[in-house]
């Protein structure tokens, strides 16, 4: 069974620059949650899809942003970016929604964003 | 919002040695679970706890959730370089709607 794949796994951008990553989950599970990872602030949840839709957001500027299609698939948007965005972006999939079952996350590799 | 404090922020071990840190939280939990990231790498999940006073092992792993729910502990005994990493707990938030994670644990084990 493959795991949760991201895409692409590096990427440097210039300030004010956009970025969009992708996630695709293992097969068959419809929650797709995204996370931003720094060394001084460690895991912090930005959104999570289901079904295509935004069940729950952390607490970020609105300048990220998300979907999912209908396959599960998910992508996250990062407009205007600023050198504070360089960051670890992982996402996790799960079966269900998170809240829901309590259920264990698939991490996958994520993606190393650096703005300069 | 919820918050889930972890300590030591950091451990160095020799290698042998016994590990342990620490989750706690202002709040009771319905559950727990605990995740590894190794360095250059993405959180694993370990275990998931759920009752009151639970206590899993794991081989030379042991994790525990507190009779109140609100504190849990993940022991390693005899640390392998192989443990070095970070350790997460993370627990549903206020709503249940999603899992916050602690800040993490970072083990240095020294051969």
């Known amino acids: 069974k493959a795991g949760v794949t991201q895409t692409p796994r590096y990427l440097i951008k210039t300030r004010g620059q956009q970025v969009t990553l992708s996630c695709s989950p293992i097969?068959?599970?419809?929650?797709v949650s995204w996370y931003q990872q720094t060394p001084g602030q460690g895991l912090q949840f930005l959104f999570e899809y289901f079904s295509e839709t935004q069940r729950n957001k952390g607490n970020f500027p609105g300048r990220f942003s998300g979907r999912q299609f209908s396959n599960s698939r998910s992508e996250m948007n990062v407009s205007t970016l600023e050198l504070g965005d360089s960051a670890l972006y992982l996402c996790a999939s799960t079966p269900f929604l998170v809240g829901a079952y309590n259920t264990e996350a698939f991490f996958g590799q994520g993606t190393r964003l650096t703005v300069v | 919002g919820q918050q889930v404090m972890q300590i030591p922020q950091y451990q160095h071990v020799q290698e042998g040695e016994d590990f342990t840190t620490y989750c706690n939280s202002s709040t009771t939990l319905s559950n727990i679970q605990w995740y590894k990231q190794r360095p250059g790498g993405h959180p694993v999940f370990l275990i998931q706890?759920?009752?009151?006073?639970e206590v899993k092992k794991q081989k030379r792993l042991t994790f525990q959730f507190g009779e109140a729910k609100k504190n849990s502990s993940l022991h390693i005994t005899a640390t392998q370089t192989t443990d070095v990493g970070t350790y997460f707990c993370?627990?549903?938030?206020?709503?249940?709607?999603?899992?916050?994670f602690g800040p993490g644990t970072r083990l240095s084990v020294l051969p």
């Open positions: 097969s068959g599970h419809r929650s």
């Open positions: 706890l759920v009752k009151s006073g």
């Open positions: 993370a627990a549903p938030d206020n709503y249940g709607q999603n899992f916050v």
